[in-house]
């Protein structure tokens, strides 16, 4: 099993595949690679850490919506990123967050995941080194 990859019957992402701190934050805002979707923008920062994992964080304001709509769309990526943990570049900070607009959208689970996989798959396809726009 690869170091950045969740066991298989592994529930919920573990504590040391989540982004904390606020600097970790803006290391990515300002040093990652965007990548755009419709609802989601997500920072991509493959910078070099020491530790192997890969850790992704969630940013939802509230201008998405109220406190049901921010924290079923966290749900929602958490689940995303959970099952396409493997599908992720090892040594990276990811941030994903979500557009004014979806809180509006409805989104559910295959909607979430029909957008972001092709945004993985760009990622995987140049190693996660776009220039940031």
């Known amino acids: 099993m690869a ?5 298989s019957h592994a529930l919920t992402l573990p504590r040391q595949a989540k982004i904390r701190r606020r600097a970790d934050f803006a290391v990515c805002y300002e040093l990652g690679a965007r990548y755009y979707s419709t609802h989601f923008l997500v920072f991509l920062h ?5 530790d192997e994992r890969t850790r992704i964080g969630m940013a939802v304001s509230r201008k998405v919506g ?3 709509t921010r924290n079923r769309i966290k749900r929602l990526l958490r689940e995303f990123f959970r099952l396409h943990f493997d599908a992720l570049p090892a040594k990276a900070d990811l941030v994903a967050v979500a ?3 979806a809180g509006d959208a409805r989104l559910d689970l295959s909607r979430v995941a029909a957008e972001l996989l092709p945004l993985l798959k760009r990622i995987a396809r140049t190693g996660g080194q776009d220039l940031p726009t």
């Open 99 to 101: 557009k004014k607009n």
């Open 46 to 50: 493959t910078g070099t850490r020491s």
């Open 3 to 7: 170091a950045c990859a969740l066991p």
């Open 66 to 68: 109220n406190a049901v």
